[in-house]
């Protein structure tokens, strides 16, 4: 049985919920639906577990301008960016458009019906539906979900000790006063070493060619000091000559309530 909606999107991860939000907002009589591939939603901050997962941008750069990031931590952790995008989502009813466990396999576009067909694995299932939509939104991020890259080393099979790929990190993962060597100097390795090294006997990173990295502190001065003396979002916005309050409303709104007080 085919299936049609205005708009389809691919990923319920960070963009895919904000597209959601902008579409709903700007075009609130289309109809559309979000197809995740996985049991949940979140994409890279539900996936990867690796010990101290953080963002790289500060999240003032990495949210929603819709939802400003009111946690103290410019530079946020993992689980704290997966809850930001699950209350996201609920607060705007973009949650109940997700449909979990549906993976796009196939698109096809059809200039005669100006419309595309999408053919869709239900993954627990495993059987196919169909889709049509007439704007296809591809928000499936950048990487392999189900195998991180992966080079060849050789005589790794050799080696006695465990290999862990970070996409693929699992709470049974001990470490504890064992020598670790981390294979690699980008954002993963940085974020990896100092966590590594709280509990591991020695950490060596191995890099083929070096990162420079400025050390900064999670907070960030200038935000919070904005976030004290500002509003969460501009008080006063002119629609058509006339001066409207609304933003202020729901500015005061959040200052009054102690969790949201400090709103970027
Ligand atoms: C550890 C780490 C830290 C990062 N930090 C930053 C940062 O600080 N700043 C920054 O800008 N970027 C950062 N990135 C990059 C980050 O992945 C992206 O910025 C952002 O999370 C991508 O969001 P997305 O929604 O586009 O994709 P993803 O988060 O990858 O989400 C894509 C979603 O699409 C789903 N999907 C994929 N294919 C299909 C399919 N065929 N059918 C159905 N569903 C599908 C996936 O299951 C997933 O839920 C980081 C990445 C990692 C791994």
């Keep these: 049985m085919e299936r049609h909606v205005d ?3 691919v990923g319920a991860g960070i963009s895919g919920i904000g597209a959601a939000y902008h579409l709903q907002k700007h075009c609130p009589g289309r109809s559309y639906v979000i197809l995740e591939g996985r049991p949940r939603l ?5 996936l990867f577990q690796y010990p101290g997962i953080r963002s790289d941008s500060d999240m003032y750069t990495l949210g929603y301008s819709f939802r400003p990031w009111t946690h103290p931590k410019a530079i946020a952790d993992g689980p704290a960016i997966l809850a930001y995008l699950r209350d996201t ?3 705007y009813g973009i949650d109940r458009k997700i449909e979990y466990g549906r993976r796009v396999e196939r698109a096809a576009w059809s200039s005669e019906h100006a419309r595309w067909t999408v053919d869709v694995l ?3 299932t495993d059987t196919r539906t169909r889709y049509t939509c007439n704007f ?3 928000c499936a991020g950048y990487y392999d979900y189900e ?3 992966t080079p060849e080393i050789p005589g790794l099979e050799r080696f006695a000790g465990r290999v862990v790929h970070p996409q693929h990190w699992t709470k049974d993962v001990d470490y504890d006063g064992k020598r670790v060597v981390v294979i690699g100097s980008g954002a993963t390795a940085v974020t990896l070493v100092p966590e590594l090294a709280k509990r591991a006997a020695h950490v060596t990173m191995l890099q083929r060619s070096p990162t420079y990295v ?3 502190p999670a907070r960030d001065v200038v935000a919070d000091w904005l976030r004290e003396h500002l509003p969460a979002r501009p008080p006063m916005r002119s629609r058509g000559g ?3 309050c609304s933003a202020w409303r729901s500015t005061t709104t959040a200052a009054a309530s102690p969790s949201t007080r400090r709103a970027g």
């Design 214 to 216: 400025v050390s900064i």
């Design 242 to 244: 006339r001066t409207c």
């Design 122 to 124: 239900e993954v627990e």
């Design 136 to 138: 296809l939104f591809v």
């Design 42 to 46: 979140g994409g890279t901050w539900d």
């Design 89 to 91: 989502a609920e607060a």
């Design 7 to 9: 708009v389809l999107m």
């Design 147 to 149: 195998s991180g890259h």
